[in-house]
């Protein structure tokens, strides 16, 4: 099979998604400066390229859907330089490296009300020229080294004028050149890029000098490698201005395809062996539960699935917690398609909870009956494990008897890269400041097709699956969850669910699984099938085939107290908590909320006895 053919700049700030392809099997990559790249697409010589954002406008290229180069504030190099102030320029030479940043020097000159002369020029001699009332763009590497007097930071006048992210450059292909199998490469190579920048920088500082935790920060804080919901309006909103400044030709982005549609050979099993298989507690392979997934009627699903409940819990019990839901920050840089919760850096409604607003939750949390605090929050560039330390140990000091359950693992795996540290160490020094449990977020779906689709940026199911290791052998114990319908298959949630089950057999440290559909609103992911009817499959497929899991929550968060209480006839022997807050899945439109005697009241309807509990799954007082 011949490989594609791809450009992409040489600049620093394109490392991360480039140094994973050395060696790629499926794709052969040249590097050059951005309209080198841009002109060699145009051209046919290369079929995909790391292409500026203005160079879309007006072609069909398909844009790799997850991936960019951008930024949400300041972001160093695109910068316009001069001995005097912009406002008095007559004429500004533009770098000929750039395309989208000539267009955005003139977006922005524009909104200062000043149209000056434009002259492409080749960086140095533009910069050199700068004088009196000239000024000059400057891009890529060059610009650490621009020491004007008047400079203007270009991605942070876009975030200033529109409020948004800029997206300098993206992955773009000819119309039809990419096959799934390419974009999940693409991905691939991006992840690991992004793994190593550390090492990225140290080795940019020893080839061209200056000081590699400049650039290392560079790396990490000043760009944004994400391409979500926020940076996809930024896309658009500054190709519309451009447009209608007539800059560009008016342009409607499009992507490609990233969806594997990979299929295994599965032997022929016996659907009713299946399911009696899993009433038993006999453990399905592959093939029985991957069968299960797509042929068991709901009904004989269910009943399946309810006696292996009243099996594992027969004392009619269903247990609830009272915990509370605080997201400590909405800054994430992961971009992933299917949230609505995060914002960039910068973004008028981005925060980070101050010390007294999270004792404000505390305390209301406390004086309801609470017992624990699950606290997870986006991944913030700038919070590193010294942050984390003190944030607990200022918990504990001020409220003992709270349970931190707290941080994910794709929050764990970001403290300890963004601290350049091992996980061991990231986990001993937090279990040392007050970590207790650690909630199953950030799995979506463990499966890394499916992964590299929704959130080519998050940790992969092998990163995921190893934090839970780590932290279970340590002595910590967590939950496990699911979200499905993201155009997923019944092969991709089987995959799931064997993972957990296999990791669980080696360390017993997880006490419960949990899954909930995807909801879709306010999001750009298009949902599978996120309906009650799909929820209550899972959660029976969850309880046949996690034989080693003993717990199993309804999530009535997502899908309403009467779906959850037919949960507690297929499955689940645990309401889940009472949500005295919730902001990540309300973020995309779910209002459902409950206090405890609606969660008892809920739980009786249904024919259960309720009972508090703890995070270990040990009853606290007396069951209703």
């Known amino acids: 099979m011949p490989k594609i ?159 948004l992210p800029m997206v300098f450059a993206v992955w773009a292909a000819r119309p039809g050149v990419l096959a799934p199998e390419d ?115 709901l009904l004989e699903l269910g009943l399946a699935a309810d006696a292996r409940r009243r099996a594992l819990h027969p004392e009619g019990l269903v247990t609830y917690i009272v915990s509370r839901n605080v997201n400590y920050t909405n800054v994430c840089t992961t971009a992933c398609h299917f949230c609505a919760f995060y914002r960039p850096r910068g973004h008028a409604q981005s925060y980070v909870l101050s010390r007294e607003e999270l004792a404000e939750k505390i305390e209301g949390t406390i004086a309801v009956g609470g017992i624990e605090i699950l606290l997870q929050g986006g991944l913030h560039p700038d919070l590193a494990i010294e ?90 114990r967590s939950t496990a969850t699911l979200m499905f319908g993201v155009g997923e298959d019944a092969r991709h949630r089987t995959n799931h669910l064997l993972r957990l089950r296999e990791l669980q057999d080696e360390t017993r440290g997880f006490t419960a699984f949990a899954c909930w559909t995807f909801q879709p609103e306010n999001t750009r992911l298009t949902p599978g099938d996120n309906s009650a009817h799909a929820y209550l499959r899972e959660n029976a497929i969850a309880r046949l085939v996690l034989d080693n899991v003993p717990n199993l929550q309804c999530s009535w968060v997502t899908m309403g107290g009467g779906v959850a209480q037919a949960a507690l006839h297929m499955g689940a022997n645990d309401f889940g908590q009472v949500m005295i807050e919730e902001n990540v899945v309300s973020a995309a439109g779910t209002t459902f909320k409950m206090d405890s005697e609606e969660v008892e009241r809920h739980i009786r309807d249904a024919g259960f006895r309720p009972a508090r509990r703890n995070m270990r799954y040990q009853l606290v007082g007396a069951a209703g």
């Open 5 to 163: 053919r791809a450009a992409a700049v040489s600049f620093l700030n394109a490392r991360p998604l480039t140094v994973g392809l050395e060696g790629s099997e499926r794709i052969d990559l040249t590097l050059c400066e951005p309209s080198a790249g841009a002109a060699m697409l145009e051209r046919g010589e290369v079929d995909l390229a790391l292409l500026p954002v203005g160079a879309l406008a007006g072609k069909d290229y398909e844009v790799v859907p997850g991936i960019g180069i951008g930024a949400d504030g300041p972001v160093q190099t695109v910068l316009l330089a001069g001995d005097q102030s912009p406002v008095v320029w007559d004429e500004v030479f533009l770098d000929t490296a750039s395309r989208t940043s000539v267009v955005l020097s003139k977006v922005v000159l524009a909104e200062l009300g000043r149209s000056p002369k434009f002259t492409p020029s080749p960086a140095v001699e533009g910069i050199a020229a700068a004088k009196g009332t000239k000024g000059a763009l400057v891009i890529g590497d060059r610009a650490f080294d621009v020491h004007k007097p008047h400079v203007l930071d270009l991605a942070r006048e876009w975030n200033r004028i529109s409020g």
């Open 183 to 297: 974009v999940a490469e693409l991905a691939r190579a991006a992840h690991h890029g992004l793994g190593v920048r550390t090492e990225l920088a140290r080795q940019f500082a020893k080839e061209r000098g200056g000081d590699p935790e400049k650039y290392r920060r560079y790396l990490t804080q000043k760009l944004r490698y994400g391409l979500g919901p926020y940076e996809i309006s930024g896309m658009e909103a500054f190709l519309a201005r451009a447009a209608k400044l007539g800059f560009l030709p008016e342009h409607t982005l499009r992507f490609a395809d990233d969806q594997v549609k990979a299929r295994r050979t599965r032997r022929v099993v016996s659907l009713d062996t299946a399911l009696q298989k899993g009433a038993d507690g006999e453990r399905l392979d592959a093939d029985e539960a991957e069968l299960v997934d797509e042929k068991a009627p």
């Open 387 to 476: 942050w984390y330390e003190d944030l607990f140990r200022w918990a504990k000091a001020h409220y003992p008897s709270i349970n931190l359950h707290a941080l994910s693992p794709e929050e764990l795996w970001h403290i300890a890269r963004t601290s350049q540290i091992s996980l061991e160490e990231t986990i001993d020094r937090l279990v040392a400041a007050g970590l207790d449990s650690i909630p199953g977020g950030g799995a979506e779906v463990l499966d890394d097709e499916v992964r590299r689709r929704i959130a080519p940026l998050k940790c992969s199911t092998d990163e995921w699956l190893t934090v839970m290791k780590v932290a279970h052998q340590k002595g910590l």
